[in-house]
């Protein structure tokens, strides 16, 4: 076990901490914790990187804590209103998808590379600002309104582009 996926394994461990901290309403708390969380994600892939420790089973763990984390925090912050459902039912919907087209591609002997699209890096990005606003917002009082309705159209819009573009991408791997 090497010290990147151990770091991203302890960021799995955090989601039902970040997930409890959202439903107690500590959002002070789960603020702190996303950004730990971020910063170990950045971490265990610099370390990986930096000293040649990247595995296979870190290919795989990485991209999962990070869903664990987005859509995690995104379903609680519509169960407790602090954002509207229609976001997490877009977030959650996407990654169903993803993940579904690619378990059918294996399921049907034609598996598919997964390679994160730019846009999915900017989707990925606005969703992980987003949800921090939210609860950093939340959290410290902050009434930014404008700023509320700006990441929930960058969210929502960047969610559907990128769900479009990977099933574009999956529609033309299962052509050939």
């Known amino acids: 076990m090497s010290l990147p996926n151990i770091i991203t394994l302890i960021r799995i461990l955090l989601v039902p901490v970040v997930i409890w901290a959202i439903a ?25 990187k930096k000293f040649g420790m990247q595995t296979e089973l870190g290919s795989y763990l990485d ?77 410290f009082g902050i009434e930014a309104p404008q700023l509320m309705e700006l990441g929930l159209v960058a969210v929502g819009l960047l969610t559907g582009v990128s769900a479009a573009a990977y099933l574009a991408e999956w529609t033309r791997h299962m052509a050939k």
């Open 24 to 48: 107690s309403e500590r959002t002070q708390l789960a603020f702190w914790l996303f950004v730990v969380a971020g910063i170990s994600d950045a971490l265990d892939g610099l370390i990986a």
């Open 63 to 139: 991209p999962l804590a990070d869903k664990a984390l987005l859509v995690s925090i995104y379903v609680m912050l519509a169960a407790t209103s602090l954002v509207p459902s229609w976001i997490a039912i877009a977030v959650v919907t996407r990654d169903v998808l993803i993940v579904g087209a690619v378990l059918l591609s294996q399921v049907l002997a034609r598996p598919v590379a997964i390679a994160p699209l730019l846009v999915s890096k900017a989707n990925t990005l606005a969703q992980i600002c987003f949800a921090a606003f939210v609860l950093a917002s939340t959290g």
